[in-house]
């Protein structure tokens, strides 16, 4: 049980070097922080009546992500779930296909696939960025896929692979060069999961634009927060058009007939959480500014403890920092539980990274490559508190 | 094109008892109404920062809505498609099953399931409630469904069917009573569908609360709103477990650790979505009294129109009046298009029912009964103007 036998005890230096950077109190992981036009925007948003599907918020809180993150098109969503699931069926994920998605992900990327009717297929992990291995995939892939009229079927299940979702793990720009070749080479549609990298830019440009479509969440965890929010990003005019479509239940424009066309969703944000969301892109980049502060800060406190490294950006990326994260050595990662019992129990809000999707209930019959990084950064990884407000002054 | 020459002239006398009713000036179909603590609690909602899946007013919604709907379990979610949805879930429907619901509903009802995976199979209305006619569901069960190993299924499509959905109209209870026999005799799930009816009862109890499951919605156009929101009612206590974990991503509760034991949504309605609702349930009551005093008003004027009835609540039913219903004369039926223009021409909004769903390009595939009322009345509806404040003094 008690590995401080044997093992430097990690706990307490944690906790020490934690609390050097955020002083005496209680934090939690991250939480929303409202400085700037929240309330008067919302009071607005009251005040016109207009506090649902159709109003101006909406229409400003997409073209300021528009700006922001250079994607041509960008349909605001209830969430990030419902908007991967939008994506994914158009990027033509059908039921019965696979579609690869990461081990190490929230249950919604894999959620949103099943959501699909499709089925799941996770991939291997890379330590550098957190994000899939593309080399590792290249090579699974020429083992397990063959071509069949156009399109790559596993070899094994007989079903199409029919798309490629990187997830910017944290904020961390995945190996997005090596993910564009894999599926060009593979056929495979390429939908980013960037619910966690609003404000992460690969190669300078912001991530979730460089697939056919990539997806935004705006959750109350997340950098800014609608409440609940997403949002599905396109450089494709009609993948665009297709996408408000879907999201706002497939109706035809007209004067007062009510149909529809396909079957369609009830996904369109209100106004009224998109009135929040306006004015929290309008802090975005000093709350960008502020978690990169807060991230230095930790670096300089933990480099002095052993056996333990803060997760740094990607060489060639500039990540949004949104979960601070340390990765244990494997030598003390069986000492991760004691850290979390230790820093919860301080009231220093710490997390172990989500459960690997190959081994949640849902998703055991799914197929899965080896996944020996993915294990081990499952073993790990601990998130620490990474609000904004931690590092607002300089 | 001019049905004038041999058919009274409609559109002006409608016109006319409109105005006489709602005075000069624009009027849309249903504005929201926000005259309690809305802006407070959304406020208050803000400086918590509580502002997404957790939070008081989300639990405070919920039991005000047990409260007032009488339901024993009630979990809000985003919105009354993904209520329905995750009820029909709950209540056995699987992929390749058959729905029952009415051809004359909103889109909204069959695609929801259509997200189950399931077919809906459309039904026929009678003209008393504009719910199903029971009896005629009945006879035609008795026809086209045979029984196998304790579940009843199509004999044409040899799909189980596994659920009907009555949707009370404009918020007019259905034939609640003939609907349970009718369930009760073909082995089915009832599931109702009570977007438009909070605060309709039927013979004193509250729509929503007699089948396994009833779900309401809280879009921008209801009763009352949150911008967008539902919610599903249930007195199983199992079901209502099951309903807030299949909605919350269906994460097992731990300190720290992200485990799911099934396929999950993230449809929990934000806590500032909810902080509105708690406002506006409050105002309920008023609402509800200015719009049946406005059915009162409109009676008056429309008693002098022939060829037209003013939809008044069934026997044995207390309507919420949600939509004011206008059914014409088959005889003027023709003059449909011409009153919609001269109404909305005028700024009176107006809007003739849903296209009847089994005509909907995504549906015309499923199986349907013979729709004879069904049609007469998708010819002949017309609702008018209903917001509450259009009545709020007496």
Excluded at 76 to 94: D, E, I, K, P
Excluded at 108 to 130: K, M, W
Excluded at 199 to 211: N, P
Excluded at 269 to 286: F, I, K, R, S, T
């Amino acid at each position: 049980m008690n590995a401080a036998l044997h093992q430097p005890e990690l706990a307490p230096q944690i906790v020490a070097a934690l609390r050097a950077v955020v002083g005496e109190g209680q934090f939690a992981l991250h939480e929303p922080y409202f400085a700037g036009s929240e309330a008067a925007y919302v009071q607005e948003c009251l005040q016109s009546t207009f506090v649902s599907s159709v109003g101006k918020f909406v229409d400003r809180f997409e073209s300021q992500l528009a700006a922001f993150t250079g994607a041509k098109h960008v349909v605001a969503v209830v969430n990030g779930t419902a908007a991967l699931q939008v994506a994914l069926q158009l990027a033509g994920v059908r039921t019965g296909d696979e579609v690869l998605v990461p081990a190490l992900t929230f249950a919604a990327t894999s959620n949103a696939v099943a959501h699909c009717g499709a089925v799941p297929h996770f991939v291997e992990s890379e330590e550098q960025t957190l994000g899939i291995d593309a080399r590792a995939l290249r090579e699974y892939l020429s083992t397990i896929a063959e071509r069949h009229s156009g399109v790559w079927v596993n070899r094994a299940t007989r079903r199409v692979i029919r798309a490629l979702v990187p997830m910017h793990t944290f904020g961390h720009p995945g190996d997005i060069d090596g993910l564009l070749g894999v599926a060009r080479d593979f056929g495979l549609a390429l939908v980013e999961d960037a619910a966690e990298s609003l404000g992460s830019y690969y190669h300078g440009v912001h991530t979730g634009t460089f697939g056919l479509l990539g997806t935004l969440s705006f959750n109350g965890n997340k950098t800014i927060t609608t409440g609940g929010g997403g949002a599905i990003l396109t450089n494709d005019a009609q993948l665009g058009r297709r996408a408000r479509h879907l999201t706002t239940t497939a109706k035809l424009p007209h004067r007062w007939e009510f149909r529809h066309d396909e079957v369609g969703y009830n996904y369109r944000l209100p106004n009224l959480n998109a009135a929040l969301g306006c004015a929290q892109l309008e802090q975005l980049p000093v709350l960008l500014e502020a978690k990169r502060r807060l991230y230095f800060r930790y670096a300089a406190s933990f480099g002095t403890v052993s056996s333990v490294r803060l997760m740094a950006e990607p060489a060639g990326s500039r990540s949004n920092y949104w979960l601070q994260t340390l990765l244990l050595d494997e030598s003390v990662a069986e000492q991760r539980d004691d850290v979390l019992a230790a820093t919860n129990d301080t009231g220093l809000m710490t997390r172990p990274v989500w459960v690997l999707n190959h081994r949640l209930p849902a998703f055991l019959g799914s197929p899965h490559m080896l996944l020996p990084v993915a294990e081990s950064l499952e073993r790990r990884i601990v998130n620490i508190p990474s609000s904004a407000q931690l590092a607002l002054t300089p």
